[in-house]
């Protein structure tokens, strides 16, 4: 009887939690990759591992963390997102863009890809220090993905589930390099190196400015539920944690010392495993049904 009812509750929760992050938008079968069609990755890639982890939860936001910092990119949010009023959405329609260009079949993946690129075409105006920006600028686009892919690896390697070596490491990056190409950001990385290197090219460019700032404390204390204040506060300390040094010190978000290995990291490594059991295992291919058993 205990085992039946903790698999029920195990099901409502996972249940709960995807629809938090996924919504209405998540993937439906016809969209899903199949054996004939694995879509841009397929089930061997890297990608399909590090997209399937709770941890994305943790990098997504030390992505968007990090964005901020670049004065062109976070006009562009600041300009033409709903994100303070619609972050629910934002998250939603985030989520079923990584969805499926990692786990949809070529058609979805393509469709998305299309679909963001112009979204992107519109959006332009003028920074708060006078410079035009597009968001269809290859240099910027490169910034975000950089940033994503890079916040993506580090949030595995300190919170997923299983270790990559190098070799794996670079072919994520590799991988990556795939939708970032597609979006149109020039150049896009191949390697960890590669990426290392690029971030840091970016760092001249980057400045704390009042569109950052108020960015910042939104994503840091954002309108959630009482009941989800907890566990939030507990990925954003843990995004927090990961930033690069010169990123927090930047936004003056000092670590105390000690405080994020002996607090931050067993918490946030306890709620990620505990959500990853929730959701279950990383995606699958069902040989059965020749579809995608998503995360």
């Known amino acids: 009887m205990l085992p039946e009812v903790i698999a029920a509750l195990r099901r409502e929760g996972g ?12 993937l439906a079968d016809t969209e899903l990759a199949t054996w004939d069609d694995p879509g841009l990755f397929g089930p061997a890639s890297v990608a399909w591992r590090v997209h399937g982890e709770s941890s994305m939860l943790i990098g997504g936001l030390r992505a968007l963390l990090l964005q901020t910092l670049h004065p062109l990119a976070m006009a562009g949010v600041a300009d033409h997102s709903d994100y303070r009023h619609d972050p629910w959405g934002r998250l939603h329609r985030t989520g079923r863009y990584i969805g499926a260009t990692t786990y949809g079949n070529t058609a979805t993946a393509e469709h998305v890809i299309a679909m963001v690129t112009r979204i992107h075409g519109r959006v332009e105006g003028t920074a708060p220090d006078g410079r035009h920006y597009s968001a269809a600028d290859p240099h910027l686009l490169a910034w975000v993905h950089d940033t994503e892919v890079d916040s993506f690896l580090t949030a595995y390697d300190r919170y997923g589930s299983g270790r990559l070596t190098d070799a794996e490491r670079d072919r994520y990056v590799a991988e990556m390099a795939e939708t970032g190409r597609r979006l149109g ?17 970016y760092r001249p460019e980057c400045r704390y400015g009042r569109q950052a700032r108020s ?9 959630v539920p009482l009941a989800l204040r907890g566990p939030y506060g507990v990925i954003g300390a843990a995004a927090v944690g990961l ?21 931050i990291r067993p918490a946030a490594t306890a709620l990620t495993r505990g959500v990853g059991w929730l959701m279950s295992a990383p995606a699958t291919m069902d040989r059965d049904d020749h579809l995608l058993t998503s995360p």
Do not use: Q
């Open 15 to 26: 249940n709960r939690m995807r629809s938090a992050i996924a919504g209405d938008e998540r």
């Open 185 to 201: 950001a020039d150049p896009a990385p191949t390697t960890r190196a590669e990426l290392t290197e690029a971030l840091e090219a």
């Open 215 to 223: 960015a910042v404390r939104f994503l840091l204390t954002p309108p």
């Open 243 to 263: 930033l690069p040094t010169w990123a927090r010190r930047m936004m003056y978000l000092p670590l105390l010392p000690g405080i994020d290995p002996l607090a």
